[in-house]
T-cell receptor
C-alpha cells in the first residue's frame, strides 16, 4: 500500500462546476499538507499549505484536512478552463528534513 | 513571481556529454534542496536530497556517480548529469524548502539526449 493514495483521474468537469480532489494517507505522523498544481511541462506550483487538521480558504480554493480519517481534500469553486492541470497532494511529518510524500496526481480538465 | 529559479529550462545534448542544471532559491536561504525526475504523466520521483555544505543523500537506485549534486551555497544547488545517454532524457525538477516548511519548486528542466 502506498503511503499516499490519490485517484489519478482523468477528471473532466464543465466550466463553473465545483471540483473535489482527494487524497488518503496511512502515516499518522504527517502534519503538513500541501496541494500543488502542475501544468504540462512546468514545475509544480504551491496552491495551499495547511498544518494539522482544519480548513483553509484562498480565493476559489479550499483545503480540508481530516486527520482522524487520514483524508485531505481540495475544493475548487467556479472552476475555469485555466484550472485544467494535474493536482498533486503532498504531505510531510514534523522535523522531516527529507522530502514530501506525494500523491500520484489527479489530471483535471475543465471544459468551456 | 517564482521563488525558485531553475536553469536551463530545456537542453538538448549529444550522448556522452555532461549537462549541468542549476537551481536557485531567490528570496530565501535553503539549507536543503531536492532533485526530482518526472516521466510523462507520472508523479515526481525523488532522486536526491541536496544539503548545503555536505554530500547529497541519494535515493535507492539513483547512481550518485551519474547524477552529481553540489550545494555550493544556501541559495544554489546544481545537478550534473554525467555522460548522458538517451535513457536519461527526462524532466528534472528541483525544489527548496523554506524554513516555515513550505516547499517551492523550480520550473523544471527538460533534458533530451540524442
Amino acid at each position: 500500500q502506498k503511503e499516499v493514495e490519490q485517484d489519478p483521474g482523468p477528471l473532466s468537469v464543465p466550466e463553473g462546476a465545483i471540483v473535489s480532489l482527494n487524497c488518503t494517507y496511512s502515516n499518522s505522523a504527517f502534519q503538513y499538507f500541501m496541494w500543488y498544481r502542475q501544468y504540462s511541462r512546468k514545475g509544480p506550483e504551491l496552491l495551499m499549505y495547511t498544518y494539522s487538521s482544519g480548513n483553509k480558504e484562498d480565493g476559489r480554493f479550499t483545503a480540508q484536512v481530516d486527520k482522524s480519517s487520514k483524508y485531505i481534500s481540495l475544493f475548487i469553486r467556479d472552476s475555469q478552463p485555466s484550472d485544467s492541470a494535474t493536482y498533486l497532494c503532498a504531505m510531510s511529518a514534523p522535523g522531516s528534513a527529507r522530502q514530501l510524500t506525494f500523491g500520484s496526481g489527479t489530471q483535471l480538465t475543465v471544459l468551456p | 513571481g517564482a521563488v525558485v529559479s531553475q536553469h536551463p529550462s530545456w537542453v538538448i545534448c549529444k550522448s556522452g556529454t555532461s549537462v549541468k542544471i542549476e537551481c536557485r532559491s531567490l528570496d530565501f536561504q535553503a539549507t536543503t534542496m531536492f532533485w526530482y525526475r518526472q516521466f510523462p504523466k507520472q508523479s515526481l520521483m525523488l532522486m536526491a536530497t541536496s544539503n548545503e555544505g555536505s554530500k547529497a543523500t541519494y535515493e535507492q537506485g539513483v547512481e550518485k556517480d551519474k547524477f552529481l549534486i553540489n550545494h555550493a551555497s544556501l541559495t544554489l544547488s546544481t545537478l550534473t548529469v554525467t555522460s548522458a545517454h538517451p535513457e536519461d532524457s527526462s524532466f528534472y525538477i528541483c525544489s527548496a524548502r523554506r524554513q516555515s516548511g513550505e516547499l517551492f519548486f523550480g520550473e523544471g528542466s527538460r533534458l533530451t539526449v540524442l
